[in-house]
């Protein structure tokens, strides 16, 4: 029988001096790419060296502390209940997984800066980005519409995208306000799969 390792008590100190480092400096940041590794290990009070042990990169450590901030919501949408569950109907679980999404993303615009920046060539190939597109997919195709649900997933992430949400946020867009626009768009764009968004006459 295989026994999982639980990890080293100063591993755990570390990591989670790690996370509130790089928390704190992307929150303080005028940039995502001013923070540098270097910059984490010495507000955690960790050696640089221990930083890429743990994470690989800057990139790795990026997704990795974006991960762990988003895991709740993760876990409400692999298992639990309504709104957010597997068991929601999808024209409800949609509008209710881009609300969740832009509410994460207003809580920790810096760091979803950070990882949208971190794909080898765009955001669009970050793990993170896969992973919810291939939900929103997929959810889609239950909805009833055109078959090609790939460019519409495509387009309602877009409406969640880091850079757009900090630029909306720092002009004072009020938050609840961008949640009820979101909503609206959404509901748009689920009556047009319907052949519900254009008048009978």
Known sequence: ????????KDAVRNRAAVFAAADTLFTRCASPEDVTMADIA???GVGKATLFRAYGD??????A???????PITEAVERGPQPLGPT??????VPALLDALLCFKLDNRHLALALEGSGA???YLTEHYAYWHTLLRD?????PGPADTDF???????????????????????REELRTQLAGFTAAVLDARAGRGTDAG
């Open 88 to 93: 929601t109907p999808a024209a409800v679980r």
């Open 1 to 8: 029988m295989t026994v999982e390792r639980k990890p080293r």
């Open 121 to 123: 060539d765009s955001p």
């Open 42 to 44: 010495t507000a955690a």
């Open 152 to 174: 519409t997933a495509h387009a309602l992430l877009a409406a969640t995208r880091a850079d757009l949400v900090a630029y909306l946020a720092e002009t004072d867009v009020p």
């Open 139 to 143: 959810l889609l195709r239950l909805v």
């Open 58 to 63: 800057r990139n790795g450590l990026i997704r």
């Open 65 to 71: 502390l974006y991960q762990a901030r988003l895991e």
